[in-house]
């Protein structure tokens, strides 16, 4: 009797208890040194970039473009890929996951835990070198908070979209990629209709929206380019809690 009390508390867990316990334990998994110095260096590529482009006097649509294509076509993807998909790919990877149901808690607190643990980590990574790659540029004033918003949008998004990969997908490091140089780099540019599907695209909007530079594949209003990445971030985040709900635990 004492038993099934102690079983039945232990399935009381607040959903606000159970993703902060999934945060923490996935935020300490992440933070690995390799990680963080090797995605460092890459998001820094962007930052030297940029300040080479502003000591040669570079353009609006010049300063703009790299921004989108070097900070926001690679780095935030890449970063939030490594960070989203490991988030539980690691876990599953290694047939750890199973320890994460000792104390009985729903699945989308797991989920919901390790999109922010990703996020977290991702959101210094990327924004702090792209910010100060936007003012290297020295294109313009209306740079810096356009990154900065694009950064934000760019991140939530990739980060839960990359943890769906992590949850259905084994070799999430490998789709991932796919997703970011065949559909985002390629597939994309075909035209305006496929791009819908890009995440790149929303965030080149942004830029263009808020600097008035002149980009292609960049044509949603400042609106659509916030608010659909994010519609896309909290679906993504539904649809893993659900393939999760579903899966088998070893």
């Known amino acids: 009797m004492a038993q099934i009390e102690e079983t039945t508390a232990l399935r009381r867990v607040p959903p606000a208890t159970a993703i902060v316990l999934c945060y923490r334990l996935i935020l300490r998994q992440l933070l690995t040194p390799g990680r963080i110095v090797v995605l ?32 926001f076509g690679v780095v935030v993807p890449v970063v939030c890929l490594v960070f989203g998909g490991a988030a539980i790919g690691d876990l599953r990877d290694d047939k750890t996951l199973v320890y994460v149901w000792l104390r009985p808690i729903d699945r989308w607190p797991v989920v919901v835990g390790a999109a922010a643990a990703a996020a977290t980590l991702a959101a210094p990574i990327t924004l702090i070198p792209l910010t100060l790659a936007a003012a290297g540029t020295g294109v313009g004033n209306s740079v810096v908070p356009a990154t900065l918003l694009a950064g934000v949008v760019g991140v939530v998004a ?9 949850v259905v997908l084994k070799r999430f490091i490998v ?16 035209g305006p209709g496929v791009a819908r599907f890009a995440l790149r695209k929303y965030t080149r909007s942004i830029l263009v929206d808020i600097t008035g530079a002149d980009l292609d594949l960049a044509d949603f209003s400042l609106a659509v380019g916030v608010i659909t990445p994010l519609v896309v971030a909290v679906v993504a985040v539904a649809v893993a809690a659900w393939r999760l709900r579903s899966m088998d635990i070893d």
């Open 158 to 166: 990739y980060t839960a979209v990359f943890t769906l990969f992590g």
């Open 40 to 71: 460092t260096l890459l998001a820094l590529v962007a930052t030297v970039s940029a300040f080479a482009l502003g000591v040669a006097d570079a353009s609006l649509d010049d300063g703009v473009g790299l921004l989108a294509g070097l900070g």
């Open 175 to 190: 789709w991932g990629l796919a997703y970011i140089l065949i559909m985002e780099g390629f597939v994309a540019q075909a």
